[in-house]
């Protein structure tokens, strides 16, 4: 049974920080493409980011960003311990949303992050 748990939303101030992880389980981690999704208050989902992971045949361990975020999120993953984490800079109200974990046809549960003064 696949697991997603996401944690380290939060509130915080424009121009601040925040670091999401999420640790999988249930399925081989290393295998698969992780991706950030978010849904802002009364919108649609909305793709963040992806990591591809570091078998696929095209692009091992490649990074993609939707371009509103490019410059200002990192994602990241360690096959290790299951994990894929996005680092959050320079966080504007627009970046507010739930921010959920996906993969292998599976979601979390999501976290929410809230940008605001």
């Known amino acids: 049974q696949v697991q997603l748990v996401e944690s380290g939303g939060g509130l915080v101030q424009p121009g601040g920080s925040l670091r999401l992880s999420c640790v999988a389980s249930g399925f081989t981690f290393r295998s698969y493409t992780m991706r950030w999704v978010r849904q802002a208050p009364g919108k649609g989902l909305e793709w963040v980011a992806d990591?591809?992971?570091?078998?696929?045949?095209?692009?091992?361990?490649?990074?993609f960003y939707r371009d509103s975020v490019k410059g200002r999120f990192t994602i990241s993953r360690d096959d290790a311990k299951s994990t894929v984490s996005l680092q959050m800079n320079n966080l504007n109200p627009d970046d507010t949303a739930v921010y959920y974990c996906h993969t292998a046809n599976s979601w979390g549960q999501g976290t929410q992050v809230t940008v605001s003064s």
């Open positions: 990591i591809k992971n570091y078998d696929d045949q095209t692009w091992p361990g490649s990074t």
